[in-house]
């Protein structure tokens, strides 16, 4: 099969396309939530169902923490500690749409069983 002049712009404008993709997508610009004895009750919370290591792949591999649930003890704890929020802050409700929960074990979904019993290891 011949590649002619036509093919060669087709291929060439999905390379460009992907490379503005790319150029454009960037790191992640908002700051995770540090895993540290100040966040526990964050990192408690949103994990506290997460399965074992003896649970099927499926379960660990599709494991997503309960971010809602842990999200409510964001703002009243910034407020008790005087920690402010920057000037263009948004909505305060859903601190863990933009701010992620660190990894806290190397396979997906599952933590170690320390975390599990008594609490998220602290860096």
């Given amino acids: ?25 960037g790191k992640e610009k908002t700051t995770p939530v540090p895993n540290d004895s100040t966040h526990r009750i964050v990192y408690e919370t949103a994990y506290r169902n997460a399965p074992g290591p003896d649970a099927s792949f499926f379960k660990r591999a599709f494991f997503k923490p309960d971010k809602q649930g842990a999200e409510v003890y964001c703002e009243p704890c910034h407020k ?24 806290i074990s190397g396979e997906a979904g599952s933590l170690p069983e320390k975390t599990r019993t008594q609490g998220v290891p602290v860096k």
């Fill in 1 to 25: 099969m011949k590649i002619n002049k036509r093919d060669w712009l087709f291929i060439g404008l999905i390379v460009v396309v992907t490379g503005i993709f790319f150029a454009i997508s």
């Fill in 80 to 103: 008790e500690k005087g920690i402010p929020f920057p000037p263009n802050h948004p909505p305060k409700n859903r601190c863990l749409f933009c701010h992620k929960l660190l990894q």
